[in-house]
């Protein structure tokens, strides 16, 4: 028995099941409404097509009536004008019937397209951390907006498909009643056309597997130099990235131009090969003397329109071939995003009064590349960051964070900001372990200032609200007064209100920190992470920050993790960190006698 994959890699239509009942999951209300109309619709148009052949034999036999000519009951028609008053009548009927399933299939694509977005970003955002960190630049914007957007697609051929499909069956149905030989002769042709498509559709789904990985690497290419915009320029390698980029896409463009040769040919090959078919049978009618004029004529027009509904399900399942392995990526992806869902905790967390790390270890852990086949994980890999961390942090309390680089600092924060869970040992808050606390407590109760700011196109308002829904504007005021920036916002052409963008705006660095400053403060929170709070700061600036820090120092508890030892001024601990070991955990004097490192760095810094 073959798996799934080599199954899906044969083009097989079983292949297909999985996709089609995601796809239509919640919706088979609806599938079942453009089922009924379309069935509906084949069979009305069965009978108009067989009114359309009597009424031509009638008048071609100049006689008043179809009594001897049509498939229908005698009694149905007495005069050719009736037969066309019925015929028009139950054409109406098919309009309406096409309409209802048309407008209920875009219904449905439209939902899906949008059920799998929503889907694919919230499992991304309720993944934890370690998997929202390992996502590869611009491969989250790809899902979002190719893969998914192929779901909309695969949704509207499948949805086609069944449209087309069921109008065959009804066309079907009807042409076995006029000739039951002709019929099935063309039920088996129209099967073994399809049949005989599947290898191209293998090839096409070959192919475009192919070129939804390069998308994806693409994305990834133009979201790195987009992040090294500055850097491009300034070392003028513009030309060399430039032509790396026109190779990629030139690559990808032969990509898409053999698949879309091979979807143009795919049903003008079976269009061809059927209406051959037809004719054959035709001629096999023609010499063997079988089946009466009015059976033969009607045959030949519902097969003629049955044709087209046979190449629209070709197609239809072309399109859903070549949308598989960009949806395989997408629900794959989604998967991973699922299966490490993020602890949100359950306990209420009201207040922060003291943070402990309790014989806190922590190592990164290889991603799934670095795991053997039997899914085991090498020991080597494992990098070691944080061990044995024991410190107690009292409400008020401001607490400065130092060490060389790669000592262990960042982690610490990831740790304190709930980003990672310790790998041994316990954070507590209050005397309880943090991962049973509600993370949206924890939020709302811990602040954080990155060393890299990142501001949105948006007013100043809105950056400092930061898409929290609801925030007054005279609490936004105040914590940029708490920041020191209200002055300046109120200089901007338009307040708070001023428009600044994602990159160029019109905050400088200073402000920007400061901003950043604002927004953790707007929530009034009762601990405040400081990461390198002026690193980057001109001495006007980094003087405001300071400020900010020496007014807040015992309204709330401070982290200031910093390489410049100025920056420490307020804290009345300093905790060393080097190779992932507190070394010293004392008052800033006491520390600058005891420990190497920090006595070292306040003499460069002379302090």
Not at 224 to 241: K, Y
Not at 383 to 394: G, P, Q
Not at 417 to 443: I, M
Not at 523 to 541: F, H, I, K, Y
């Amino acid at each position: 028995m073959q798996s799934n994959d080599k199954r899906r890699a044969n083009g097989d239509v079983g292949s297909l099941i999985p996709i089609l009942r995601r796809l239509f999951g919640g919706m088979y209300r609806r599938l079942g409404i453009v089922v009924a109309a379309s069935f509906l619709s084949g069979l009305v148009q069965a009978i108009v097509l067989m009114i359309v052949v009597g009424v031509g034999i009638s008048v071609t036999a100049d006689v008043s009536g179809l009594t001897s000519t049509s498939l229908l009951p005698d009694s149905l028609f007495s005069t050719t004008t009736g037969a066309v008053a019925i015929g028009l009548g139950l054409l109406g009927l098919v309009v309406v019937l096409d309409v209802t399933a048309s407008v209920v299939a875009a219904r449905m694509s439209s939902d899906v397209l949008t059920r799998e977005r929503v889907g694919a970003y919230r499992s991304y955002t309720a993944s934890t951390w370690s998997t929202q960190e390992a996502e590869r630049d611009g491969h989250l914007q790809e899902l979002m907006s190719k893969n998914a957007g192929w779901s909309g697609t695969a949704m509207n051929s499948a949805s086609n498909g069944a449209i087309a499909g069921c109008g065959l069956i009804a066309l079907g149905l009807s042409a076995f009643v006029a000739s039951p030989f002709v019929a099935a002769a063309l039920v088996v042709v129209f099967g073994a056309l399809l049949i005989a498509s599947r290898p191209l559709a293998s090839a096409v789904r070959r192919r475009t597997e192919v070129l939804s990985e390069l998308n994806v690497d693409f994305a990834n290419q133009i979201a790195r130099n987009v992040g090294l915009a500055r850097d491009i320029r300034t070392f003028d390698v513009e030309a060399e990235v430039a032509s790396e980029v026109g190779s990629v896409i030139r690559i990808i463009s032969k990509r898409w131009v053999s698949i879309r040769v091979m979807n143009r040919l795919a049903p003008m090959i079976f269009r061809s090969a059927a209406l051959f078919v037809m004719l054959g049978v035709l001629l096999i009618l023609e010499l063997t003397d079988a089946g009466d004029l009015a059976a033969l004529g009607t045959v030949v027009v519902i097969g003629l329109r049955a044709l087209g509904y046979a190449g629209a399900v070709q197609r239809s399942y072309q399109e859903l071939q070549n949308a598989s392995p960009w949806l395989d990526q997408l629900w794959e992806r989604t998967g991973t995003f699922d299966g490490d869902v993020a602890d949100r905790g359950t306990e209420v967390l009201e207040r922060i009064d003291e943070l402990a790390f309790d014989d806190v270890g922590f190592r990164y852990r290889p991603d799934a590349s670095n795991q053997a086949s039997d899914g085991s994980t090498d020991e080597t890999l494992e990098t070691e960051v944080l061990s044995s961390l024991n410190f107690r942090v009292a409400r008020g309390e401001a607490v400065g964070i130092v060490g060389p680089s790669g000592a262990g600092k960042s982690t610490l924060v990831k740790l304190l900001l709930r980003l990672h869970d310790p790998e041994s040992g316990d954070l507590l808050v209050n005397g309880r372990s943090a991962r049973t606390t509600r993370l949206s407590d924890w939020y709302s109760r811990v602040g954080y200032v990155p060393q890299d700011v990142s501001t949105f196109n948006g007013t100043v308002a809105e950056n400092i609200a930061f898409f929290r829904p609801g925030v007054p504007r005279d609490q936004l005021v105040r914590a940029a007064q708490r920041a020191h920036l209200h002055e300046e916002i109120m200089a901007f052409p338009n307040g708070y209100d001023t428009p600044v963008g994602e990159r160029l705006g019109r905050l400088s660095g200073g402000q920007r920190q400061r901003l950043a400053l604002a927004r953790a403060l707007v929530g009034d929170p009762d601990v405040l992470v400081l990461d390198e709070p002026t690193s980057a700061l001109d001495m006007q600036s980094e003087t405001l920050v300071q400020e900010t820090i020496d007014e807040l120092r015992g309204t709330l508890t401070l982290f200031v993790i910093a390489h410049r030892i100025s920056t420490l001024s307020s804290c009345e601990k300093i905790v060393v960190l080097e190779n992932g070991r507190v070394t010293a955990l004392d008052s800033p004097d006491r520390v600058r006698e005891t420990n190497d490192f920090f006595r070292e760095a306040t003499r460069l810094a002379r302090l």
